[in-house]
């Protein structure tokens, strides 16, 4: 936190992870986790089974971690970051899911992200279309048509 | 692990879930009651960290990955702390209903701890 967030409170840190958005946070974070966890022992244990699956969960596991800081902190920069690594997810679930489903020679060990995150009840499909809804609708406060004091207005 | 305790365990984790999404829901706070249900969750976790420690000494050994199952352990261990504590930062019906998703999410990694330690290849 920087000392221009401090000086406006509450009101910015609201306008992201306040409401609902704290559940859709809290469910990000149990997926950071869970894919952290996974990936953890995966390589711990049989990195050499499948080194591109394997390398792909720790990838995918960093990005879930650094999009569930990023939607909790508020201010522009962490609301670019949460775009980027939402992005990313939706991305690389739709890509690796389509390939683990054509190809399924490709990625003989599961991802978090084969057959479109069956392993995890399709949560990293579904989640990341809410991140992106829930980011649209709550951009920062400091929104490049306001003007670099908008807070202040507010 | 012993069996009728974990299914008891995880009884307690999907009532507590269900509790803490109803009263949420319905427009709670976090309260003595949601919190209490939480710290319930947490504290039969430490007794089944415990138990799963002791086990192997009474011939009760885990037929999957010990180190999995230790990953889930911890990690199920991190929940309802991390929730009770974000709660208490804003006291709003959807950090009750956060609760809920963590005991929730306790009770499915009890239940693949259970999967690891009781049957071959989970």
């Known amino acids: 936190m920087t000392n221009v967030q401090s000086a406006r409170p509450e009101t910015d840190r609201r306008r992201r992870m306040s409401g609902i958005g704290r559940v859709l946070v809290a469910v990000y974070g149990v997926l950071a986790l869970a894919a952290l966890g996974r990936s953890f022992v995966q390589i711990v244990a049989k990195f050499d089974e499948a080194p591109l699956a394997y390398a792909l969960s720790a990838l995918a596991a960093a990005v879930y971690v650094v999009a569930t800081v990023a939607l909790v902190r508020s201010g522009r920069g962490w609301y670019r970051v949460a775009w980027a690594t939402i992005v990313f997810e939706f991305t690389g679930v739709l890509v690796i899911g389509t390939l683990s489903i054509v190809y399924p020679d490709l990625f003989p060990h599961d991802t978090v992200w084969s057959w479109f995150g069956r392993g995890y009840l399709f949560i990293p499909l579904v989640l990341p279309v809410l991140g992106m809804w829930w980011l649209a609708k709550h951009r920062p406060p400091a929104a490049p048509s306001r003007g ?4 202040d207005a507010a | 692990m012993i069996d009728w305790f974990t299914w008891v365990q995880l009884a307690v984790a999907v009532t507590a879930g269900l509790l803490c999404i109803v009263l949420g829901l319905a427009g709670r706070a976090p309260n003595d009651v949601t919190n209490g249900a939480l710290a319930l969750v947490e504290v039969l976790l430490v007794v089944q960290l415990v138990v799963a420690i002791a086990a192997p000494a009474f011939g009760n050994e885990a037929t999957g990955s010990l180190l999995e199952f230790y990953t ?10 991390a929730a009770i504590f974000w709660g208490l930062l804003e006291r709003s019906r959807w950090s009750t209903v956060v609760l809920g998703v963590a005991a929730l999410a306790v009770a499915v990694m009890v239940y693949r701890m259970l999967q690891i330690w009781t049957v071959q290849q989970a």
């Open chain 1, 148 to 151: 670099a004091n908008g807070a």
């Open chain 2, 72 to 81: 889930y352990l911890v990690g199920a261990l991190l929940l309802p702390p």
